[in-house]
């Protein structure tokens, strides 16, 4: 069973910045196209940004030029630097893996909290 584990998250005022790491376990890592989602309360989830087994990267316009996906497939790990948080940022943010070709090889992560506010 694949394992994602998230973590980083925090409080953090506006203005503040924090990386958000999710350690992947028991997948061969670069085969994975890796992303990071979030969920507001009462919102549904959405897409943060993605980043394919390419490196290729996809981001939600509301993120764009603030937040940064990266991967380290020698380390399994997929990270979100997030900088010039606002508090609309506040979210459970959720770690995500597909297979590249096998697309229903769909995991989650637990969930990190990210709490933007003075």
């Known amino acids: 069973q694949v394992q994602l584990v998230e973590s980083g998250g925090g409080l953090v005022e506006p203005g503040g910045s924090l990386r958000l790491s999710c350690a992947a376990s028991r997948i061969i890592f670069s085969f994975w196209n890796m992303g990071w989602y979030r969920q507001a309360p009462g919102k549904q989830r959405e897409l943060v940004a993605t980043i394919r087994s390419s490196g290729s990267t996809n981001y939600a316009d509301s993120v764009k030029g603030r937040f940064t996906i990266s991967r380290d497939n020698a380390k399994n790990t997929v990270y979100l630097q997030m900088n010039s948080l606002k508090p609309e940022d506040t979210a459970v943010y959720y770690c995500?893996?597909?297979?590249?070709?096998?697309?229903?090889?769909?995991?989650w992560g637990q969930g990190t909290q990210v709490t933007v506010s003075s």
């Open positions: 995500n893996a597909v297979h590249v070709t096998i697309t229903n090889y769909n995991y």
